[in-house]
């Protein structure tokens, strides 16, 4: 496999608390260039952006947007990632259960009762690539910093439609990411489900969860054409999420059982009882 890839992650600018030798731990992560997970994680990408385009994620709304699959609490849908391991993923190789209980204990430990372990649901099947991954708007071209962004998107019928395939693409400039189609996975799937179910969250978390996939926008620099005022002012919170998101991962997997109590109090104050999926 030949692929055209990035280099290391940049987000660690966004992280000017770090000690330089950790950091350069950190800079390991995200990691596009080698490893023993390439493969998959290429060939993840490969059919993700063949196949993301404005008419498949307009049916993905249509397909989810009543949110009649199942009813089952958080806590119940946090066991369903059990069975899911992140093929997009080249960090980890192990149930997306456990990162999501290290992505809320890291910002437990720095923002008490802010964190949650909720992340990477979609309940109805569907292959990893409409599930997992960076994110990105359809309907206009991709931008540099996307994953393998020069050896995956050939076979993508929008970008040889003239209405999709520019900068702009059928967007205005500066039309808010609100109005912008992202390509379909777990973040926008969460943030149409927490509505849908009327969670108690504050506007930020809403937002951190549309966008927290989106590295191409809060970590990448690019986009920023589309971007509102609104935009820019959430772009902080999406940051400082992601410096747990990304940069908990380890092999070291927590007790989730000693766990679920504190999470279940913080569930039954924002987000109680049977939700509908």
């Known amino acids: 496999m030949k692929a055209a890839v990035q280099g290391p992650d940049p987000s660690l600018v966004y992280r000017p608390d770090v000690d330089p030798e950790v950091a350069k731990d950190k800079g390991s992560f995200r990691n596009y260039r080698s490893g023993p997970l390439l493969d998959r994680v290429f060939a993840t990408y490969k059919l993700m952006h063949a196949q993301q385009t404005v008419d498949f994620v307009r049916k993905k709304h249509a397909q989810f947007g009543a ?7 958080v ?4 066991d369903m990632l059990d069975r ?3 093929e997009s993923d080249p960090d980890v190789d192990f149930p997306n259960s456990f990162h999501a209980f290290q992505t809320a204990e890291g ?4 923002h008490p009762d802010k964190g949650g372990p909720a992340r990477h649901m979609q309940v109805a099947p569907c292959p990893q690539w409409a599930v997992v991954g960076d994110t990105f708007p359809v309907g206009c071209r991709p931008q540099a910093s996307v994953v393998f962004c020069d050896s995956t998107f050939q076979d993508n019928p929008d970008l040889q439609d003239p209405r999709y395939s520019t900068e702009l693409g059928m967007y205005q400039p500066h039309c ?3 109005n912008v189609l992202m390509s379909w996975g777990h973040d926008e799937y969460m943030y149409q489900m927490m509505k849908f179910n009327k969670f108690s969250l504050p506007q930020e978390a809403f937002y951190i969860i549309r966008f927290h996939s989106f590295y191409p926008w809060h970590t990448g620099g690019d986009y920023r054409q589309l971007c509102s005022e609104r935009d820019l002012a959430m ?3 999406v940051q400082e999420f992601n410096k747990f998101d990304l940069y908990t991962k380890s092999p070291e997997l927590p007790d989730v059982n000693t766990l679920r109590p504190y999470y279940q109090g913080l569930i039954d104050k924002y987000c109680p009882g049977v939700l509908s999926w």
């Open 67 to 73: 949110f009649s699959y199942k009813k089952m609490t």
């Open 75 to 78: 806590l119940e849908a946090v």
């Open 84 to 86: 899911l391991v992140d």
């Open 107 to 110: 910002i437990r430990r720095a």
């Open 176 to 178: 808010g990411l609100e």
């Open 235 to 237: 772009l902080p919170w």
